[in-house]
């Protein structure tokens, strides 16, 4: 008799999956080695979406990052002296290597961040795209030969590396907040010192296994974990360290500040990417369908938390209503769940801090007179960390979600009558990272774009961030870019040689 088999699909959960795995590392890397901290001490990390501990990583404090910064300074001194070429060949054969992996580095991600694998994936494909980017742009870092006013004499131009750097990375982006800065400090010839984000150091350990595998010398790339509480200490010591040449930091505009004052008594170089309050603007002339659907994705990627997320609405009042209707409609139809589940599409909030700072803000607007379109409350159904996707209007510039970054799955409208009033409300405010508009009419786009006071606009686009295109703020949103060539002139600086009586 033909008998048929039927089997049951069973999901095996991504912790199990990834017990096996190469790439998940529970030591720190330093000088090319994999180590506990000296005190062997570890922290938890866990997993948001259902509160589960993934495992542990070594708690380093000052003595293991000083460790760090030594190998750092020693590997400086050859790296340095690597051709361009040869640079461009190690993060090549470490941007194949990601490549190779990007199902495991996505699914590490998604563990550690409660992103959707979807969007794991995404975010994998784009901090890869950093190290290839950069691992063409080292050989094109040119110099200059300038005409001299004194005819026996030339002024010859350099760039070279600034030295050893450290790098602090955010947890929204454990992936590609790494490759976007180290990709750049390595193809200008530094040496680096990472300290990624407490909540997801299992990504960034990921990547230096496979920085081992493409071969980096010794030293020249490290990572250095710890636990919250050890985080001050090493910032401090980076920002004061002499073998440190520059910071370069993604994070909380509180943090910043105080890495900008650390970094004053030795001058050294520093990038910021801070806090943004991105202004998401709708004109009558707009596609309306075309704005939701940027509206979509600029606010609900990773749950709201990304600092380039439109956290300011406003829209004409010639469309306000239909284009509220369609996007509290789309918003309706979002599926929430665990980032493990194929069609997700919003996880949970990365921590109980971040899950009461969205949970206070939107209470604040409520009792000042906001009113819900749909959520406003927590998600208990599906964790404790869950937020349901909300939308408040009538929201007044009293309320705190009007100058505060909520980095959650809120959206906050306003209307308006005239352009200059949609501007004037989009620049009141201290931050100005990314600003995004919708519109048709070719002069207003000119003018918005101009009068808008951020580093980065996007016209008829939700999501605009690439290698190729520099990624930074003005005002308190920071200093600095990152991506493009501009990214590489950060860790470079430039160096005048006066060649005399010839
Ligand atoms: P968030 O509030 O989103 O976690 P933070 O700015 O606090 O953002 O964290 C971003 C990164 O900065 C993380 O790697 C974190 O460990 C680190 N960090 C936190 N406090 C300090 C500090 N005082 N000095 C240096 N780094 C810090």
Not at 242 to 254: C, D, E, H, K, R
Not at 358 to 371: E, I, R, Y
Not at 473 to 488: A, D, M, T, W, Y
Request: glycine letters at 10%.
């Amino acid at each position: 008799m033909f008998v048929v088999k039927t089997f049951r699909f069973v999901q095996v959960p991504l912790n199990l999956q990834l017990r096996t795995m190469h790439l998940l590392k529970n030591k720190a890397y330093i000088n090319g080695e994999w180590v506990s901290a000296r005190s062997d001490k570890v922290f938890e990390v866990t997993n948001p979406a259902t509160g589960e501990v993934i495992g542990t990583a070594p708690d380093m404090d000052v003595v293991d990052a000083q460790h760090a910064i030594d190998s750092a300074s020693r590997a400086f001194a050859t790296w340095q002296d690597t051709t361009a070429k040869e640079r461009s060949r190690y993060l090549r054969n470490w941007f194949d290597l990601m490549v190779k992996n990007l199902e495991s580095l996505a699914k590490i991600v998604t563990l550690e961040s409660g992103k959707p694998l979807v969007e794991a994936r995404g975010e994998v494909f784009y901090g890869n795209s950093f190290v290839e980017f950069f691992s063409e742009e080292t050989r094109r870092i040119q110099g200059e030969i300038i005409p001299s006013p004194v005819a026996n004499r030339k002024i010859l131009v350099e760039k070279q590396p600034i030295g050893v750097a450290g790098l602090i990375t955010p947890w929204n982006f454990p992936h590609a907040m790494i490759t976007r800065k180290a990709g750049a400090a390595l193809a200008a010839g530094c040496t680096c010192v990472i300290k990624p984000a407490e909540d997801t150091p299992f990504t960034a350990l990921a990547l230096m296994e496979l920085a081992h595998e493409a071969g980096f010398p010794k030293g020249v790339v490290n990572v250095v974990t710890s636990s919250r509480g050890n985080a001050p200490g090493i910032g401090n010591l980076l920002c004061q360290s002499p073998l440190v040449a520059g910071i370069s930091f993604t994070g909380s505009t509180q943090v910043g500040k105080l890495l900008y004052k650390q970094c004053s008594s030795g001058i050294k170089r520093l990038g910021l990417e801070l806090g943004g309050n991105a202004p998401f603007i709708v004109y009558k002339s707009a596609d309306v369908d075309s704005a939701v659907k940027g509206a979509m994705g600029s606010k609900f990627r990773n749950c709201g938390q990304t600092c380039v997320a439109a956290n300011r609405f406003f829209v004409q009042s010639d469309i306000y209503d239909s284009f509220v209707e369609k996007l509290t409609n789309e918003i309706k139809a979002l599926k929430i769940g665990n980032g493990e589940e194929p069609d997700v599409q919003v996880g949970p909030l990365i921590n109980q801090a971040q899950f009461e700072k969205v949970t206070t803000l939107v209470q604040d607007a409520v009792s000042k007179g906001a009113k819900v379109l749909v959520g406003g409350k927590g998600a208990p159904q599906h964790g404790r960390l869950f937020y349901e996707p909300t939308v408040l209007t009538d929201i007044k510039d009293d309320m705190r979600v009007y100058s505060e970054e909520v980095f959650g799955p809120v959206v906050n409208i306003f209307r308006f009558n005239t352009e200059e009033e949609s501007v004037a409300m989009a620049n009141n405010t201290e931050r100005g990272l990314a600003g995004y508009f919708y519109s048709r009419d070719v002069s207003q786009i000119f003018r918005v774009a101009r009068k808008l006071e951020v580093g980065m606009c996007g016209v008829n686009e939700g999501m605009i961030s690439t290698a190729e295109a520099p990624f930074g703020g003005v005002k308190e949103s920071g200093l600095g870019r990152e991506g493009s060539h501009h990214g590489i002139e950060e860790f470079t600086y430039v160096k005048y040689v006066a060649l005399g009586n010839l």
